[in-house]
């Protein structure tokens, strides 16, 4: 089996009313759609106290902040793939 990926998202009020509700939904349906529910840890995240950059995303020790749902697909094929 390859590589285990670690994803992070702020679970954080600003970061998950500024759109981290869906970007959890659209990383699931893309782990599913790719086969990679297994090869992938998702956990929410405590606030990272810079609310004013977020929301935020962390995988694999990377951080990504201002993640929207438009960015977060193009993002998991770089970092996943």
């Known amino acids: 089996m390859g590589q285990t990926h670690n994803i992070e998202i ?16 659209v990383i699931r349906d893309y782990l599913r759609k ?5 090869k992938v ?3 929410g ?9 977020g929301p935020f995303i962390i995988i694999n020790g990377r951080t990504f902040a ?5 960015d977060i697909e193009k993002i ?3 970092e996943l793939v």
């Open 41 to 43: 840890v998702l956990r």
């Open 76 to 78: 998991l094929e770089k």
């Open 10 to 25: 702020c679970l954080g009020s600003s970061c998950f009313s500024r759109g981290n509700r869906e970007v959890v939904q």
């Open 45 to 53: 995240a405590r606030c990272m106290n810079r609310c004013s950059e």
């Open 34 to 38: 790719n086969h990679l529910d297994d």
């Open 66 to 70: 201002s993640t929207g749902v438009q």
